[in-house]
Nanobody, 120 residues
Framework: QEPLVESGGGSVQPGESLTLSCTAS????????MRWYRQGPGKEREWVAS????????TYANSVKGRFTITRDHPKNTVYLQMHSLQPEDSAVYYC?????????????WGKGSPDTVSS
């Protein structure tokens, strides 16, 4: 099974909402900071949001602050990205990322990406 699997992506119209899910398997989810990144057409991959291992100090890129919300559900080993007031510039492949644990030998993991399109 893949360590990180994204789901919930799709196509929406401007102003609508979309929620992405990322389920972790075998990566000590409860000990990792989880992040969302995205890469739009012709653009570099950019950081979108982060949630600490406890999920009590979420942070966001300025471009999505106030519109996106990152949360995590430890019993389900899942991190979510709620996206509201979506605009065409939000169209991108969204990637789930699990940061290394404090252990020296720990590595990070990436999901394969979820394509999301915002267009009229």
């Amino acid at each position: 099974q893949e360590p990180l699997v994204e789901s919930g992506g799709g196509s929406v119209q401007p102003g609508e909402s979309l929620t992405l899910s990322c389920t972790a398997s075998g990566v000590n989810f409860n000990s990792r900071e989880m992040r969302w990144y995205r890469q739009g057409p012709g653009k570099e991959r950019e950081w979108v949001a982060s949630a600490t291992s406890t999920g009590n100090t979420p942070t966001y890129a300025n471009s999505v602050k106030g519109r996106f919300t990152i949360t995590r559900d430890h019993p389900k080993n899942t991190v979510y990205l709620q996206m509201h007031s979506l605009q065409p510039e939000d169209s991108a492949v969204y990637y789930c990322n699990a940061q290394p644990t404090p252990l020296y030998y720990s590595i990070e993991y990436w999901g394969k990406g979820s394509p999301d399109t915002v267009s009229s």
